[in-house]
C-alpha cells in the first residue's frame, strides 16, 4: 500500500492551469525525487500535498501518521540560538522532547564530522548562520523527529558541498529506519544517483523515471543536464 498516492490532480489559480493530470507514488521507506527547473510548481505540488492549498480536481491520499515539511522560507528568530530552535522544532514535529546528547549520538552514528558540524551550529544565533548553515540545520533537525513522512523543498539549495553530502547522507538513513521521503531539486545528478526513482515536473504534468538512463534515453540526451533541459523546453 502507498502511502501517499496522487491521482489525476488539476491546480488552478486566478483561472490559470497550474498543473493538470499529475500522478505520483510514494511507498513506506521509499526516496522518491521531483525534478523542475525554478518556478515549475514543485513547491505549490508540496503545498497541496500538505493540504496548504486545495486542488481544483483529483485526489491526494495521504495516510502519513506524522509528516514534517522543509519549505522554501526559513526565518528563525534572529536573537535565539540554534540549540533553542532546535528544541522548538522537536516539541512540535517528535513524540518525546530530543535531548541535544540524543542527537549528538545519533549523527555521530551517521558521521562524526556532523555531529561535530551541527553541535558547532547549534550553539550560534540564527543572525550568525549563513542561509546554508540555517537549511542544512532544519533539515538535519526534521531527518530526526522520527516521522513517516518527510517532505523536503529543495534542501540543498544555497548548501556546501559538505552538508550537501551530510543531507543525503541523513535521507538514507530516515529511509533505513521507516521514512518515506519525497524530495525536490534542480540539481538532476543528485536526484539521479540518490533517489530510488524520480519525477520531472514540466508544462504543467509529471514525468515518471526509473532511473537516470531512462532519463536520458527518453529526452534523447548525453547527460542528465541535456535531459533536463530537454524535458523542461
Known sequence: MNLLSIDNLKYQHNRKTLMENLSLTLKKG???????????????LFDLICKMRKP????????????????????????????????IISCLNSNHALSQREVFSRLAHWSPSLSKRYADISEKKAATCSYGEIRSFFTLTLLLMGSDLIILDEPTAGVDPEFRHYIWLGIK????????????SHYTQEIS???HRFYM??????????????FLNRHNAATLDEAFINAAM
Open 30 to 44: 521509499e526516496l522518491v525525487g521531483v525534478l523542475g527547473i525554478n518556478g515549475a510548481g514543485k513547491t505549490t
Open 56 to 87: 481544483s480536481h483529483g485526489t491526494i491520499i495521504n495516510r502519513a501518521e506524522r509528516q514534517v515539511y522543509l519549505t522554501q522560507i526559513l526565518t528563525p528568530p534572529p536573537l535565539l540560538r540554534m540549540r533553542e530552535i532546535f528544541s
Open 193 to 195: 544517483e540518490n533517489c
Open 173 to 184: 538513513h530516515a529511509c533505513e529506519e521507516g521514512a518515506s521521503v519525497l524530495v525536490s
Open 201 to 214: 515536473l514540466a508544462h504543467h504534468r509529471l514525468e515518471a523515471f526509473d532511473n537516470g538512463d531512462q
